[in-house]
Nanobody
Framework: QVQLVESGGGLVQAGGSLRLSCAAS????????MGWFRQAPGKEREFVVA????????YYADSVKGRFTISRDNAKNTVYLQMNSLKPEDTAVYYC??????????????????WGQGTQVTVSS
């Protein structure tokens, strides 16, 4: 089992940057594929990006491709989301999620077993 805690959210102007972190408890972090999702008010939760256990493979939603970068440091049990060129439509609560996976990096939130509490990102125009 793993517990996830996100941090790094905040208020930023359009065009600005933020870096989110997701710290995981447990000794088997490297077994988990990790994903970031977001949920805006009145909307369903949507996939943002995912990364394989090793960090060698990533998968981005088209809406963030070229602007967001996911990475992970297995020695620190942490996954990061660098968000650049932020837009007002990126405003949402951002969640990290984990699932044990040796190769598959899911984009469906139903495939993830563990979730953080979320961190708010607000982009002003």
């Amino acid at each position: 089992q793993v517990q996830l805690v996100e941090s790094g959210g905040g208020l930023v102007q359009a065009g600005g940057s933020l870096r989110l972190s997701c710290a995981a408890s447990g000794r088997t972090f490297s077994m988990y594929a990790m994903g970031w999702f977001r949920q805006a008010p009145g909307k369903e939760r949507e996939f943002v990006v995912a990364i394989s256990w090793s960090g060698s493979r990533t998968y981005y939603a088209d809406s963030v491709k070229g602007r967001f970068t996911i990475s992970r440091d297995n020695a620190k049990n942490t996954v990061y989301l660098q968000m650049n060129s932020l837009k007002p439509e990126d405003t949402a609560v951002y969640y990290c999620a984990a699932v044990v996976s040796s190769w598959y990096i899911p984009s469906d939130d139903r495939d993830y077993d563990y979730w953080g509490q979320g961190t708010q990102v607000t982009v002003s125009s």
